[in-house]
């Protein structure tokens, strides 16, 4: 038999060649590949999580036993719009995603438990801004009743409730200018303390929300309960306590709109729960020019106690904005965000499953040149956030993005000093943020 050609011998070769070079590099990875050999992409888009049954069994908190219950009251979710802008979205890891769907379900079932949103900000929240709306929305649908936490003597008095008081409360803060180690509590970072017999009276302000007025369970949180408050109703005292925890006196009274009030002699509060045993609680917790970097500076105890009696559901951080004056590098606000996240784990690793929200800095400045550290802050905060689990909502976008700020104040919707908004621009941040949530939650259920 004759020898093949040369040239045949070179066109089988470099048809072998040429096939194994298109397997190698263009057909997809085949499924024994090991793992570890897959290159990962730098920056994975996180996959949002698909809806999710309860794990549990059929009792009376099961998502079908509630079926016809919450039929009314999710109606709502049916005429949420789709076509939430894209800047507006909350962002975030799946983690972060699944957590949020586990705070839905809880949501959905207020009318038999308590269900409590923390809402941690700086000066941008104070006076129940932005809080007040989510909770007045919420409370209408599932239940509940009362302002949640309050703290009477405050920079700023909050427009939920309406007070008076007769006597001295001084003030002290574990942040900002002349802050103490001792006001280092839980829920306010703040105490009150009496220096003589205060009378402090209090009602909620149902102009607002009707659901703030008539709350049936009262708690005064001190830091030593050798000396005790008393709780008027109507001229009568009561006396009468309900265990709630160590250092706290608790009352259950009926819910009435008339003013409480209670008498404070010689101690020192950490704070004033208003509220009721079931439905939702969404407290409002300013403090005035922090960054929200001091959550891991409170002693455990503190966390300890309010994990037992008034855990978290939904955690809501609003920081940023003070730390942005102060930032004139990428590093600085790498540095910065490094900090927050830590405190983001370390309030995820006090309460397991609980989402964290980070609502990040607004647009600052007559022009976007009046705070150059603006833009490193939020690129910084954003990847920081992702990273320690929580999700984020980027107030700046959702404004109109750089320069935005300026318009709002022609609007009215913010202050002539560039940084604040007005309660009309508030309440469009709590709408925005609050349509945000709607759409994921619609997106989520079953």
């Known amino acids: 038999m004759a020898a093949r050609p040369w040239f045949q011998w070179l066109f089988m070769w470099g048809s072998l060649v040429g096939i194994w070079w298109v397997w190698a590099n263009v057909s997809p990875t085949p499924p024994w590949q090991p793992v570890e050999s897959i290159v990962a992409p730098l920056h994975p888009r996180p996959l949002k999580p698909l809806p999710q049954g309860d794990l549990g069994t059929l009792d009376e908190l099961s998502p079908l036993a509630f079926a016809n219950r919450e039929a009314r009251d999710l109606a709502f979710l049916d005429s949420v719009a789709d076509n939430l802008p894209e800047?507006?979205?909350?962002?975030?890891?799946?983690?972060?995603?699944?957590?949020?769907?586990?705070?839905?379900?809880?949501?959905e079932r207020a009318k038999s438990r308590r269900v409590e949103v923390y809402h941690w900000g700086d000066s941008q929240i104070?006076?129940?801004?932005?809080?007040?709306?989510?909770?007045?929305?919420?409370?209408?649908?599932?239940?509940?009743?009362?302002?949640?936490?309050?703290l009477p003597n405050t920079p700023a008095q909050t427009t939920a409730t309406l007070e008076s008081q007769r006597g001295t409360l001084?003030?002290?803060?574990?942040?900002?200018?002349?802050?103490s180690r001792d006001a280092m509590r839980l829920p306010f970072f703040a105490t009150n303390t009496a220096t003589d017999t205060v009378q402090w009276s209090?009602?909620?302000?149902?102009?607002?929300?009707?659901?703030?007025?008539?709350w049936n369970v009262s708690e005064v949180w001190l830091t030593d309960t050798?000396?005790?408050?008393?709780?008027?109703?109507?001229?009568?005292a009561h006396r009468h306590l309900v265990a709630v925890h160590a250092k706290a006196q608790g009352w259950r009274h009926p819910g009435q709109r008339a003013p409480l009030r209670f008498d404070f002699a010689d101690l020192t509060t950490t704070g004033v729960f208003l509220g009721s045993e079931s439905g939702v609680l969404v407290h409002n917790?300013?403090?005035?020019?922090?960054?929200?970097?001091?959550?891991?500076?409170?002693d455990q105890a503190h966390w300890d106690a309010l994990r037992e009696a008034h855990p978290p559901s939904l955690i809501v951080l609003q920081y940023g904005g003070n730390a942005v004056p102060g930032v004139g590098s990428a590093a600085e606000a790498r540095t910065y965000a490094r900090h927050m996240a830590t405190n983001i784990r370390f309030l995820r690793g006090q309460f397991p499953g609980v989402p964290v929200v980070f609502v990040g800095p607004?647009?600052?400045?007559?022009?976007?040149?009046?705070?150059?550290?603006?833009?490193w802050v939020i690129g910084a905060l954003k990847e920081a956030v992702w990273e320690a689990g929580a999700l984020y909502w980027d107030v700046q976008a959702v404004m109109g993005g750089p320069g935005?700020?300026?318009?709002?104040?022609?609007?009215?919707?913010?202050?002539?000093?560039?940084?604040?908004?007005?309660?009309?621009?508030?309440?469009?941040?709590?709408?925005?943020?609050?349509?945000?949530?709607?759409?994921?939650?619609?997106?989520?259920?079953p």
């Open 87 to 107: 800047a507006w979205a909350l962002t975030g890891n799946t983690s972060a995603w699944f957590a949020l769907h586990g705070f839905f379900q809880r949501l």
């Open 170 to 179: 001084v003030r002290e803060a574990g942040f900002g200018r002349g802050k």
């Open 404 to 445: 935005s700020m300026a318009q709002w104040v022609r609007k009215g919707w913010a202050s002539d000093d560039h940084v604040h908004f007005t309660r009309r621009g508030a309440r469009e941040i709590a709408t925005r943020l609050e349509w945000a949530l709607n759409v994921e939650w619609k997106a989520m259920r």
């Open 285 to 298: 917790l300013p403090m005035r020019g922090a960054s929200g970097t001091l959550f891991d500076n409170v």
């Open 362 to 375: 607004s647009d600052m400045g007559a022009s976007q040149s009046t705070y150059p550290g603006l833009p």
């Open 226 to 236: 050798s000396h005790s408050a008393l709780l008027w109703t109507q001229s009568e």
């Open 202 to 214: 209090v009602q909620g302000a149902t102009k607002s929300s009707a659901s703030l007025g008539a």
């Open 126 to 150: 104070e006076g129940d801004r932005i809080t007040g709306l989510i909770r007045a929305s919420w409370q209408e649908r599932f239940g509940g009743r009362g302002p949640g936490w309050v």
